[in-house]
């Protein structure tokens, strides 16, 4: 007969793939199917043949191969997943190694020789004496003109947070950092519609006994 009737069963089915003058190529697939009860919920049934009988054969193959392809969507799916996260690990990784680097010459350009109280918001330049010296400024090369008596290396821009900020990113950052200030302002002046107004919540008040006379 069609119909597998033994309890607890898993098929094995071939999916056969054949083409015009090519040979069958089997690619083996188990399919777990339900299993079946003569004494479904305590009722003995007349023909368990009749009832568990599998309509078409070729239902295995076609289970076989859902299964199949569920099993590549899920390796697919996994694939693109992990990428993904290796993606966002390798962006991590090349964030931590910046924010370090940027530490270490914040940390160098505050042990810079310099004879004036720092004040952030303020950019100072730096130059290198004869002997290997580097020291603050804040006279610019252009304001040294011809007369300037050291090496120019560079000018930084000292930030509220105590962080240093090439001159060359200077309008870059504080362009970001308007932004902030912009979105921060306007969240804070911004009404909040959705908060109930303060001495509007209703009050029990305890039962006097005039209320209760009345």
Same mark, same amino acid.
């Given at each position: ?11 094995? #089915? ?7 003058? +090519?040979?069958? &190529?089997?690619?083996? #697939? ?12 305590? $009722?003995? $049934? ?7 009988? /599998?309509?078409?054969? $070729? ?13 590549? %969507? ?11 996260? #290796?993606e966002?690990?390798?962006? /991590?990784? !090349?964030?931590?190694?910046?924010v370090l680097? +940027?530490?270490?010459? !914040?940390?160098? $350009? ?13 950019i100072? %330049? &730096? ?8 020291? %603050? ?5 252009k +304001? ?7 090496? %120019? /290396? ?7 947070? &105590? ?6 990113e ?6 970001? &950092?308007?932004?902030?200030?912009? /979105? ?11 908060a109930?107004?303060?001495?509007? !919540? ?13």
């Open positions: 007969r069609g119909g597998i009737e033994e309890r607890g069963r898993v098929a094995t #089915a071939r999916i056969m793939s054949q083409t015009d003058g +090519e040979e069958e &190529m089997p690619a083996a #697939a188990e399919v777990a199917l339900v299993e079946s009860s003569s004494k479904p919920s305590g $009722l003995q $049934l007349v023909s368990t043949h009749q009832t568990n009988r /599998l309509g078409d054969p $070729l239902d295995l193959v076609a289970l076989a191969q859902q299964i199949q392809k569920g099993d590549e %969507f899920v390796r697919a799916n996994v694939t693109n997943k992990l990428t993904v996260i #290796a966002q690990i390798q962006y /991590l990784q !090349d964030k931590a190694r910046q680097e +940027e530490a270490k010459r !914040d940390a160098d $350009l505050h042990h810079v020789a310099c004879n004036v109280v720092k004040k952030p918001g303020t100072y %330049f &730096m130059y290198r004496r004869d002997s290997g010296q580097r020291y %603050f400024s804040i006279l610019s090369p +304001e040294w003109g011809l007369s300037c008596p050291h090496e %120019f /290396l560079g000018a930084y821009k000292l930030q509220h947070d &105590m962080s240093w900020t090439p001159y060359k200077i309008n870059r950052r504080d362009a970001e &950092m308007g932004l902030i200030d912009k /979105l921060l302002t306007q969240h804070q002046t911004q009404p909040d519609h959705g109930e107004p303060i001495g509007t !919540d209703p009050v029990i008040l305890p039962t006097t006994s005039n209320q209760e006379e009345s």
